[in-house]
Each structure stands twice: as structure tokens, then as C-alpha cells.
């Protein structure tokens, strides 16, 4: 695995980055259904539909065409109910990207469950996922990137190979939990939680878990930047000087790992979805700028680079 320590860590349970010679670029969306993003903002419940395999994968997955890119798409199993997202995964694959868990129902509290739940959720959604896409599953990342010692353990009982969960961004854990705190204050509660501070304090190189998952890989999402910001589609959505900042600040890490999420790649409009859902930032920037914005950092952030898939590192 590629890259060296940037804020080394004194947790036993994390052993120090391999090194290598690769400069590498992985890149990967959440397929995160717009009812999660309801509950983050305590929004009333809607009729589901598969929107975002309608539209947004493909989206994404033309976007990694352009690029020549191959990708990771992190999948809830549980929306394998709807037919459009095993066509959509299925095609994903067939076009040489990667197909990776994240669990069987998006339970933003995973990590405080028991361990029937753990199984269920980790051994259960990888066996789903295996038999829909008819390829191996072998990357997992967890909802809102909260871990446990008990999640980790059973990820590697599991069989997977690399958790790709930790954003070691502490500015963005104080801020998320600064919201959810607020939220609850004035009579609203989010379905997510603040999570367990110090995986936002961990190492940006990839690592290998210590006695709590022994061999198990963790390949962090990349921050960068003043206040080591994540280089996620939130970020990346307008082509202003906050992006080039982080493109730039990228440019000097051996390795680089962006994160999408399928919100990124839908449009208020043309979608039709709720307008209340421009909570989020990224639906206030037109799609086509944001897609935009998207391939110009991907592309500056590719020079000199070899594009990986997660599973092949």
C-alpha cells in the first residue's frame, strides 16, 4: 500500500502505513438513497423510488468513462429489492468497476449494535451483494464513517479485505456533531450520530488494523488542505477556490482517495425531487457545473497518478 504517516497515531490498534513507490488515485461513490438524507435533516418520509440508480449511477459511471476510470461503489444491500439497481450494478461491473458494502440497511448507528446486528448487516449484505452482482465484495464502508472495535472484528470474520470508513477530518466530526447537537435543541432529531471522535484523528496514508482486525486494510478518504478538509463531491462542487486549494494541497499525498455520494449526481429539477432537499449543498450548484467541476478536479488530480479500484490495491 502506498503513502507514509502524515499525523502518526499512538492507538495500538493501528499499525503504521506500508510504503511504496505508486502515486495512486481511487475513486468511489456511496449509493446513499434519498431517504437517508431525510432523516439526517428530519425531513417527513416520502415515497422511495430508485432514483439514484436511475439516473445518478449512470451519471457517475459516464463520468468515469470520460475519465477513463474505474471505480468503487459502495452499496446498501437492501435496496437490491428494487430491479434497476442489479441492472445498474451488474452493467457497473461488466465496465471493469468495483462493487463494495456499505451494510444491509444504512443504519447510522451500527456501530453501537450488538453483534447478531454486526452479522447481519456485514456478513449478511456482503453475501447479498456477491450473489446480485456475480463478483467478489471485498471492500466495506460504514454509514456517517462510524467504526467499532466489534465492527472492525467482524469485517474481517466476514471475510472482507479493507475498510475504506475513516475520514480523518476532526473539523468535520466538531461540525457534524455541532448540527445534530442543535438539531435535538430546538425539538428536531437527525438519524445520524457524532460517531467515535478519535477515527476523524487518524492516519491519512492507508494503514493495517492492529489486534482488533488483524491484517484488515484501511484505506482513509483523502483530506487535505487548511483545516484538512475531505476531497468529497461537497467539496469538489463548484470550481472555486476552496477546490483548487484542496486539489493543489492533494497533489503533494502519494495517495489520493475522493469520495462521491449518488446526491451528487442528481439535479433538484430535472429529477424531480423534494426542493427541500437543497439543504444540501451540493444540490444548490447546477448539475452540469457541478459535473463539471467534478471532472476538472479528477483530471488534475489523475496527472501522474495510476487510477486503482480499491479492491486491487
Not at 4 to 31: E, F, H, K, M, Y
Not at 191 to 220: C, M, N, Q, T
Not at 276 to 303: K, N, Q, S, Y
Amino acid at each position: 500500500m502506498p503513502g507514509t504517516p502524515t499525523n502518526p497515531s499512538a492507538d495500538r490498534n493501528q499499525s503504521p502505513p506500508c510504503s511504496g513507490p505508486d502515486r495512486i488515485l481511487c475513486v468511489n461513490i456511496d449509493l446513499d438513497d434519498l431517504r437517508f438524507y431525510r432523516g439526517i435533516h428530519a425531513l417527513p418520509p416520502e415515497e422511495d423510488r430508485p432514483t439514484i440508480f436511475e439516473v445518478a449511477v449512470p451519471r457517475f459511471l459516464q463520468m468515469c468513462g470520460r475519465l477513463g476510470i474505474a471505480a468503487t461503489l459502495f452499496t446498501i444491500s437492501d435496496d437490491l429489492r428494487w430491479p434497476t439497481a442489479v441492472s445498474s450494478l451488474r452493467a457497473a461491473v461488466a465496465a471493469g468497476h468495483e462493487v463494495g458494502s456499505h451494510s444491509a440497511t444504512h443504519c447510522y448507528d451500527l456501530s453501537r449494535r450488538r453483534s447478531d446486528f454486526l452479522d447481519a448487516e456485514i456478513a449478511g449484505s456482503r453475501k447479498a451483494l456477491e450473489d446480485a452482482v456475480g463478483a467478489p465484495v471485498i471492500g466495506f464502508r460504514g454509514p456517517g464513517y462510524n467504526l467499532s472495535d466489534a465492527l472492525l472484528g467482524t469485517l474481517l470474520r466476514a471475510g472482507y479485505t479493507y475498510d475504506t470508513s475513516i475520514l480523518p477530518a476532526p473539523a468535520y466530526w466538531a461540525a457534524r456533531a455541532a448540527v445534530i447537537g442543535w438539531m435535538r435543541l430546538t425539538g428536531r432529531r437527525s438519524s445520524s450520530i457524532p460517531g467515535r471522535a478519535r477515527d476523524f484523528f487518524r492516519h491519512r496514508a492507508p494503514y493495517v488494523w492492529g489486534p482488533v482486525a488483524p491484517g484488515l486494510k484501511e484505506f482513509p478518504i483523502t483530506t487535505c488542505g487548511l483545516g484538512r478538509l475531505p476531497l468529497i463531491g461537497t467539496t469538489l462542487a463548484s470550481d472555486g477556490p476552496m477546490a483548487r486549494h484542496l486539489v493543489r494541497s492533494a497533489a503533494a499525498l502519494p495517495f489520493v482517495n475522493v469520495e462521491f455520494h449518488a446526491l451528487d449526481f442528481l439535479d433538484v429539477e430535472a429529477d424531480s425531487l423534494d426542493p427541500r432537499l437543497r439543504v444540501e449543498p451540493a444540490l444548490r450548484i447546477p448539475l452540469a457545473d457541478r459535473t463539471a467541476a467534478f471532472e476538472g478536479a479528477l483530471a488534475r488530480l489523475a496527472e501522474g497518478r495510476r487510477p486503482a479500484r480499491l479492491a486491487d490495491l
